[in-house]
């Protein structure tokens, strides 16, 4: 799948010994449209963990608030 040739190129594109130590990973940032069902988004959330993403982040919009 293409989350996961983007998994392996990320891995390839830092050192074993960094990859092992956590370093230069991808972070995932999740923000599901309002109209989106939880599913949905838990479904691409489960992807990107199953290709071996680990660090992912469910985002939210509050109205009223900058986004970070």
């Excluded at 891995?11 to 990973?25: I, L, S, T």
């Excluded at 995932?28 to 489960?46: A, P, S, T, Y």
């Excluded at 992912?56 to 970070?68: D, E, K, M, S, T």
Aim: hydrophobic fraction near 40%; charge should be positive; glycine fraction near 8%.
């Amino acid at each position: 799948t293409n989350l996961k040739s983007k998994f392996d190129a990320d891995q390839k594109a830092v050192p074993k010994a960094d990859w092992d130590a956590g370093k230069g990973r991808s972070l995932i940032v999740l923000r599901g449209h309002k109209d989106c069902k939880f599913e949905q988004v838990f479904n691409v959330m489960n992807a990107a963990r199953e290709v071996g993403y680990s660090d992912i982040q469910l985002r939210a919009y509050v109205a009223g608030v900058a986004p970070r």
